[in-house]
């Protein structure tokens, strides 16, 4: 699934046209409609929905808002998205977290993740290898030699126990045989200042927060986890590109529906956010965030989001990572 990422959500805006002209009748909301986002304001979780709520207001006539529901992962959020009423009043845009991982991470939910109904994925941000300015290694060779040669003493930072850099941490440790120190923070936001300022050797964090920081020269990102170059770093080279095909871990931004929502919901729904992401002042912004936008189909979302499970499910056993 992942080496198809680009082409599926090129074909999957080129034929909106084509696939809106055959949607079925379905009556605008007549209440406001509401797009959780289960994590703080500010970051790119937050910022990706407002952009497609700005473009997407006139096609819901009563309104539509972002509303922030933070806590647990995700799961605060994704919990009232989950026990709502599937009117197409209520959606969940989410990270990872909610959708394909905490089913494997936590040992109890209150809602189930299989039982959500998929809309499409709003956007793609591939998580790249931060080291502080400093370290030794210039390259990813010299750095996989490194971590080798210093089993254990490496540290790398990440969101928290669980979070998507953590996991990604794991998942290169797992492929290139490697052991590196845990040092979890509360998000993104502290672990960058730590990394900044020499206290962290590493972190596997998504490219829209590091950039910044590379850019002027504060950290160092020397590889990208996904199947392509960044247009941001052409420089830069993937894992792919050396020789660690399976190292592809991109933070994807997902738009579900309530468990029961019919497919006539899901359809206009559909075509509205699909029709957003395919302008191109969207797009424009979504890329000054890191971000490549997607607009895959329900069909394409969800087919993604089992391959996605399977994997960080495969990860979290193997590495042993629970969170209460």
């Known amino acids: 699934m992942q080496a198809s990422i680009t082409r599926r959500g090129l074909l999957a805006l080129s034929a909106l046209a084509a696939a809106a002209r055959a949607l079925p009748a379905f ?3 007549k209440s406001t409609v509401k ?29 539509i808002i972002v509303e922030n ?5 995700g799961n605060i959020g994704a919990e009232y998205v989950a026990r709502s009423d ?6 969940l845009v989410s990270p990872p977290g909610p959708i394909a991982i905490n089913q494997n991470l936590y040992k109890k939910l209150s809602f189930d993740p299989s039982k959500w109904v998929p809309i499409t994925v709003i956007a793609t941000v591939p998580n790249v290898l931060d080291v502080r300015k400093d370290f030794p290694a210039k390259n990813l060779a010299e750095f ?15 969101q928290g126990n669980g979070s998507t850099s953590h996991l990604t941490a794991h998942l290169f440790m797992q492929l290139t045989g490697t052991e590196m120190i845990h040092v979890p923070y509360k998000g993104t936001a502290p672990a960058l200042v730590d990394i900044v300022g020499g206290q962290v050797d590493v972190f596997f964090d998504n490219l829209s927060s590091s950039f910044p920081y590379h850019k002027s020269g504060k950290l160092r990102i020397l590889a990208v986890a996904d199947q392509k170059r960044s247009p941001q770093l052409p420089d830069v080279p993937t894992f792919v590109e050396n020789k660690l095909p399976g190292m592809v871990a991109v933070t ?29 002042d969207t797009r424009g912004k979504f890329a000054a965030q890191g971000a490549t936008p997607a607009g895959w189909t329900p069909q394409q979302t969800a087919r993604f989001i089992q391959d996605e499970t399977a994997k960080w499910a495969k990860v979290i056993k193997t590495a042993n990572v629970t969170v209460e």
């Open 27 to 29: 009556a605008q909301p």
């Open 35 to 63: 797009l959780v986002v289960p994590f703080p304001a500010g970051g790119t979780a937050d910022i990706l929905p407002r952009i497609l709520a700005e473009k997407v207001h006139t096609s819901y006539p009563a309104g």
């Open 69 to 73: 529901r933070a806590g647990a992962g």
């Open 86 to 91: 599937p009117d197409g009043l209520t959606f």
């Open 144 to 158: 996989i030699a490194y971590v080798k040669a210093n089993p254990g003493k490496v540290t790398y930072a990440s």
């Open 252 to 280: 994807f931004f997902t738009m579900v529906a309530p468990p029961g929502t019919s497919q006539a919901i899901v359809d206009v729904t559909y075509k509205n956010f699909a029709g957003a992401l395919a302008q191109a």
